[in-house]
């Protein structure tokens, strides 16, 4: 998200009433973006991360680590140093707004290109972006990389300055107050809008960890349960907070929480279609791989990752489209929250069957229609059609009325609020951006050492999929199966996934050999030849050709159960395995594939066990610390002595080999 239109938000009745309005603008400014750029391509692998932070406080006389809510003045600040540092050439980093007003997000200054030694600039430069915020946040403040924060919401003083939920005019939330929500009216407004909409609050509800000194049945007493200032106060009594879950009734619970993103510049339309669908299924496995949200409200849970939390907490459906009632005043049933897993695979190439798009898909039907008659096919009209099932949430009476050819506001309004694992972003109007496709699932690590592995992985996969025309196409059904698995406790190491059983596109691929690749061709768009070894990473492949004559495989046949390290290091190569061979075709100096090779060394260690994901580190860090009564309760000691752990492995003070490599080096030895 960029700059932030500063404006007047419509309130909800009048939101409502010009949802049709945002939706057939919207539709009208994607056919006028179709129209100049369906034909667009040559575009170069142009991509980027996003490092989401928390700032914390860490009271060494109190010994409380608190969430610092006051970080609009240093984003300001910091966007003035970069103008300083830069002059006029382009800054090295840049910093956006989050939800909470105690985040903090990072880009790369720019985008990266495909050059090997971008690629391996990475981890610098976020840890540059870590030292710069680092450098304007007070001497006892912190920029955590931590999915959730382990006590956002806990009775008594979890935030600097302390404020009391009962002021909680936008959420209403039990727990949290109006000051984590970033002050923007964006926010706020859509923090009110989804529960006006969805006509009570959200309702999040994580199983407990039940530990051997847990209190059963869980009925958590630090639940204001007799609270009586907002309407849906009795919600939680009246059976909105389950026994034995973490009961958690706001927005900032899910959005607060930080992640790692990646998006990639596709070649062109078709291409970016190819690219999002592989990586659905790739987003579950890496959620596990990434696990780092293990504690929530001050309670561990039986839950490692942030997913299905923030899913619930924008959940802005109301009954009739949760199916709990009839429908009378709302138009579909949806069966998933506006934040979850993709819904319908995208891609034109003859490897996406029909069949894999298994689930029910609501999507509005004039829309499609509409997009069908301007001549889109049938998936991506059925895809955009699905997205605007959906109503604006915020709309801002300034900008009601557009241009659309050449504003894209009314569209992204509906396309940036379906948050799910992967998005597919068209060209916005008039720029030299081209089709993109952003990966979502990653959960933010704790080191930028670990942030930059997952970025390198999934950029190098990417590459893969496209030289190699890879298939790892398995019905959605099965990808919502993974995502679900991929949540619980230590799923990398005790959870099976589905996956395909060849994942090439042409013929039977053997284990070790990469026979069943299909053999990479040239590029009639852009000139990138395939058989010379280049220093750079290409996006243009033409997809693999279908074969005269394609085996007809029932798709139930095509995949099975497989352990993370299966996939990941073992059959087929494994996707390692596919990553090395790619590797094979780059021409990088024997440094640089030993620093890959790091990277990769720490994505085949948590796949194959030996290294605990986060989640798995924090939830014994916890078990382990002499104040844990082995009643599930992180007490603020605990918290921050957790805290203070993290902070020292993040400044290479503190070394934990379980998590860690042993040749892991810290920022402050090596760098910055
Ligand atoms: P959002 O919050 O909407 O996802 P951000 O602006 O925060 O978007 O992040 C976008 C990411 O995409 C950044 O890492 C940026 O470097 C990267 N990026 C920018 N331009 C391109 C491009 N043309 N192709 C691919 N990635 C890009
Ligand atoms: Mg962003
Ligand atoms: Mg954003
Ligand atoms: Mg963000
Ligand atoms: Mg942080
Ligand atoms: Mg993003």
Redesign the pocket.
């Known amino acids: ?2 700059l932030l239109y500063l404006g007047t938000p419509l309130t909800w009745e009048e939101t409502k009433q010009y949802a049709d309005h945002v939706r057939e603008h919207g539709i009208t400014q994607f056919l006028h973006t179709w129209d100049a750029v369906k034909d667009r391509t040559g ?1 170069e ?6 490092v989401e932070y928390m700032v914390v406080t860490l009271d060494s006389e109190q010994r409380n680590a608190k969430l610092s809510l006051l970080q609009t003045p240093v984003l300001e600040k910091l966007g003035d140093t970069l103008t300083d540092l830069s002059g006029d050439s382009v800054p090295v980093a ?1 910093f ?1 707004p989050e939800y909470g007003s105690y985040m903090l ?1 990072s ?6 290109t495909g050059s090997i030694v971008d690629l391996l600039s990475v981890e610098s430069n976020m840890r540059y972006r870590r030292v710069l915020i680092r450098k304007h946040l007070k001497h006892n403040e912190v920029p955590f990389t931590l999915t959730s924060f382990p006590r956002h919401g806990t009775l008594g003083v979890f935030a600097e300055p302390h404020f009391n939920p009962d002021d909680a005019k936008s959420s209403h939330s039990l727990f949290l107050p109006e000051e984590v929500i970033n002050p923007h009216t964006r926010y706020t407004t859509l923090t009110a809008n989804i529960r006006k909409r969805r006509g009570s609050k959200v309702a999040i509800n994580a199983p407990i960890f039940i530990d051997k000194k847990t209190p059963r049945p869980f009925v958590d007493p630090t639940i204001p349960w007799q609270r009586n200032i907002y309407p849906g106060d009795a919600e939680a009594k009246n059976g909105a907070a389950l026994m034995d879950h973490i009961y958690m009734d706001a927005m900032g619970f899910g959005m607060g929480c930080s992640c790692l ?5 596709c070649c062109n339309v078709n291409d970016a279609r190819r690219m999002y669908d592989a990586l659905i299924p790739i987003g579950p496995l890496v959620l596990a791989l990434t696990a780092a949200s293990p504690i929530w409200r001050g309670y561990i849970s039986d839950v490692d990752c942030r997913w299905n939390v923030i899913s619930e907490s924008v959940d802005d459906r109301t009954p009739e489209e949760r199916g709990l009632v009839p429908l009378k005043n709302n138009k579909y049933v949806i069966p998933k929250s506006r934040y979850d897993s993709v819904d319908l695979y995208i891609s034109p190439e003859w490897i996406n069957k029909p069949a894999y798009n298994d689930t029910i898909v609501p999507y509005d039907e004039a829309i499609y229609n509409r997009l069908f008659s301007h001549g889109i096919d049938e998936l991506l009209s059925k895809h955009i059609a699905h997205l605007f099932i959906r109503d604006p949430l915020v709309i801002f009476s300034e900008t009601i009325h557009q241009d659309d050819t050449s504003s894209n506001a009314h569209f992204e309004n509906i396309q ?1 609020t379906n948050w799910q694992t992967v ?1 597919f ?1 068209p060209p916005p109007p008039n720029s ?3 089709w ?1 496709v ?1 990966f ?1 699932s990653l959960e933010v690590q704790m080191t930028d050492f670990e942030n930059a592995t997952f970025a390198v992985f999934i950029v190098l996969l990417s590459r893969a999929i496209l030289t190699f025309g890879l298939n790892f196409y398995i019905p959605i059904s099965k990808v919502d199966e993974n995502m679900a698995r991929a949540q619980k406790r230590d799923a990398a190491r005790s959870e099976k996934f589905f996956f395909r059983k060849n994942v090439f596109a042409v013929g039977q691929g053997t284990p070790d050999q990469l026979s069943g690749a299909s053999t990479p061709t040239d590029c009639s768009d852009c000139g990138s030849r395939s058989q010379s070894k280049s220093r750079k990473l290409r996006n243009c492949f033409p997809p693999p050709a279908r074969p005269a004559t394609v085996e007809d495989v029932l798709v139930e046949d095509e995949y099975e159960e497989m352990t993370v390290r299966e996939i990941f290091c073992g059959k087929f190569s494994g996707l390692l395995g596919l990553v090395d061979a790619y590797l094979e075709t780059l021409e990088a100096t024997p440094h640089e594939r030993q620093q890959i090779d790091k990277y990769l060394n720490l994505i085949r260690r948590r796949a194959d066990g030996t290294l605990q994901t986060p989640a798995t580190w924090m939830r014994n860090f916890v078990r382990s610390h002499p104040a844990y009564k082995f009643d599930s309760v992180v007490n603020p000691e605990i918290n921050y002595d957790l805290l203070k752990a993290v902070d020292d492995i993040e400044r290479g003070i503190l070394h934990v080999p379980e998590l860690l490599p042993e040749d892991y080096n810290s920022p402050h030895v090596n760098g910055f």
């Not at 692998?45 to 996003?50: I, M, T, V």
């Not at 880009?107 to 990266?112: A, E, I, M, V």
Request: hydrophobic residues 20%; glycine residues 12%.
């Open positions: 998200m960029g575009d692998l142009l991509w980027g991360d996003e840049q956006h997000e880009t790369p200054g720019s985008p990266y993103q990646l998006t990639f510049q940036s998005r972003k030299s951006i081209g993109r952003e979502r």
